[in-house]
């Protein structure tokens, strides 16, 4: 990671190789007309990010994101590079010497991050205590960078420290190369990755989307969608993308249950969710810039068919539908100050053969819905603050949705209500402070005594506190 730069030379120097690489980026047609100025933004050195990006591309972790894990246009062109350098003649690699189209940085492309917590809800659970530090919240080690001319890969394992193990996180391998169609550029590729929409660009979709980083401590609502993280990190997926003329982007992907910690081969025991043949995902998105705004809208989905707790038998089927926007406005008169709006609506359709057949659904056909929208404003690379709402709405089912104390529906109805505050601040590179509060509505189907025992929506409204580390 570069250390932060302090004396006024020095900031002068970054400032002009910044506006060199905006001017060339724009000269190749590489971002749009309107953010090629902002890697000027992205380029101040503060790093936050995969802190080995940095080191293969000799470029401050800003240049690839604004508030983690949200990227910039260069971030974006980066990831679907298959996070080299190859191609892009602004970037040289900062790795050893190329050897048979081998190109392994000389020392390996390793980073980590520690995260450290507190956690106040508005009312302790029953039996618990309030006010829970958690030293640390969750340590993560990254394998990442370019592996090879056109291989490079984001491989994250991390300690979860209530399981009090290591375990595998997100993870993309990609091969990327480029060619023309039409006369106009084409980037294209192979993604491996283990969660649906890990490889995905932007911030409006779940993976990668806000909150950037939650509380593990207090309640959270039952209901969630299939590929709302449901799958991430139990499924294995290999697929393929491209980017035509920087502008229209599609991607598919297909699915196999891997079931990290159990048995092999997979016999389906103690796993609600066992895919039936591939499910299969698919990404299609259009991105357009004008003046000092860009615009991404799009759509992506999902379908599988599962067994739970078994590899044969009854089967349940999901199909996702799901829509997303993203956009950014860059303010020159405030020192290049930018907006960030993002915004999901999923759709799902669920017909629950296998789990009505056992006994834990009063009927078949089932359908969930969430929205999710959010605002970031970065006040420069210092500060940000981001305001966001959520909703979730779907059938009552109280077989499917039973009572229990805290994390029950005493109607089986699956609606929450809410909204997320947080504000972050970096007082010097590789440190990001972060205060979050999320409030409810509604939870699990209420607003006051909505789990039957007597606690209030309002009730797991928390306060979280968070220190990262990133190196």
Request: hydrophobic residues 35%.
């Amino acid at each position: 990671m570069q250390k932060a730069f302090s004396a006024p030379l020095e900031v002068q120097r970054h400032w002009n190789w910044a506006w060199q690489v905006a001017r060339a980026f724009r000269r190749k047609n590489l971002v749009p007309a309107a953010l090629a100025g902002y890697l000027v933004l992205a380029s101040v050195p503060e790093a936050r990010g995969v802190a080995s990006f940095a080191r293969q591309t000799g470029l401050p972790c800003s240049s690839c994101h604004t508030t983690i894990p949200e990227l910039t246009p260069l971030g974006r062109l980066f990831k679907l590079n298959g996070y080299t350098a190859t191609g892009i003649t602004q970037i040289t690699s900062q790795g050893g010497p190329s050897t048979a189209g081998l190109n392994i940085n000389t020392w390996l492309p390793l980073s980590a991050f520690i995260q450290l917590s507190n956690t106040v809800t508005n009312k302790p659970q029953p039996g618990t205590q309030n006010g829970n530090f958690e030293f640390p919240q969750a340590v993560s080690l990254f394998l990442a960078g370019e592996y090879a001319t056109h291989v490079g890969a984001f491989v994250q394992v991390t300690y979860d420290v209530q399981a009090d193990h290591f375990t595998w996180d997100n993870t993309d391998i990609r091969y990327a190369n480029r060619t023309k169609l039409a006369g106009k550029e084409l980037i294209y590729g192979i993604t491996l990755n283990n969660n649906p929409t890990v490889e995905d660009l932007w911030s409006s979709t779940p993976a990668w989307g806000f909150p950037w980083v939650g509380t593990d401590v207090a309640p959270s609502p039952t209901a969630a969608t299939i590929i709302d993280g449901t799958l991430g990190q139990d499924v294995a997926g290999l697929g393929g993308y491209a980017m035509w003329n920087n502008h229209l982007y599609g991607a598919a992907t297909i699915y196999r249950s891997e079931h990290i910690g159990g048995t092999q081969p997979n016999n389906g025991a103690d796993f609600g969710f066992n895919i039936r043949g591939v499910a299969p995902y698919w990404r299609l998105a259009w991105q357009q810039s004008s003046g000092n705004n860009y615009l991404m809208v799009g759509t992506y989905g999902m379908h599988l068919a599962t067994t739970p707790i078994n590899i044969m038998g009854p089967q349940d089927y999901y199909t996702d539908f799901a829509a997303d926007f993203q956009y950014e406005r860059i303010f020159p008169q405030l020192k290049n100050d930018l907006l960030t709006v993002h915004g999901t609506y999923i759709h799902e359709g669920s017909d629950l053969f296998a789990t009505f057949t056992g006994s834990g659904a009063n009927f078949v056909h089932h359908n969930l819905n969430t929205l999710r929208a959010d605002a970031v404003y970065h006040f420069g690379n210092k500060y940000a603050a981001t305001i966001g709402a959520f909703g979730t709405t779907g059938s009552t089912d109280n077989t499917l949705f039973p009572q229990a104390d805290v994390t029950g529906s005493a109607t089986g109805d699956p609606r929450t209500r809410g909204y997320i505050a947080n504000a972050s601040y970096w007082p010097v590179q590789n440190i990001q402070l972060g205060l979050q509060y999320t409030g409810y509505t509604k939870f699990n189907g209420g607003g006051s005594n909505y789990d039957g025992a007597g606690r209030h929506a309002g009730d797991n409204n928390s306060l979280y506190m968070v220190l990262w580390f990133i190196f």
